[in-house]
């Protein structure tokens, strides 16, 4: 599966801020599946060789999304596994539920 346009603007936010070296490795993500939990969702790669740069940490500790119909905002941590992108967890704050579906938005680095 592909990125969505929020998934791939979400990770070129936080690659900009925290990781730029890994920008260029976004074309070659592919989307596992989708696990949505309700109030967020994990989004899951497939592995990939060709992406493997040594590091692992996590990133996106200072992203935030304001998305339509969700009052709190939205926040997301990237697991990188030896270089690899292998999730990215997305959250709401608040009691809100993350939507099926993510159209309408406005993404920040705070």
Do not use: W
Request: aromatic share 10%; with cysteine.
């Amino acid at each position: 599966m592909r990125l969505t346009r929020f998934e791939t603007d979400l990770l070129i936010a936080i690659y900009k801020d925290q990781a730029p070296d890994l920008i260029n490795d976004i074309p070659l993500l592919e989307v596992q599946d989708r696990d949505h939990t309700g109030h967020g969702m994990y989004v899951n790669f497939l592995p990939s060789k060709a992406l493997k740069n040594g590091k692992t940490h996590k990133l996106g500790q200072k992203f935030y999304a304001d998305i339509e119909g969700v009052k709190h905002g939205v926040g997301a941590v990237l697991y990188v596994d030896n270089g690899t992108l292998t999730t990215i967890e997305l959250y709401c704050y608040g009691p809100d539920v993350f939507p099926k579906s993510v159209t309408n938005y406005s993404i920040s680095m705070g």
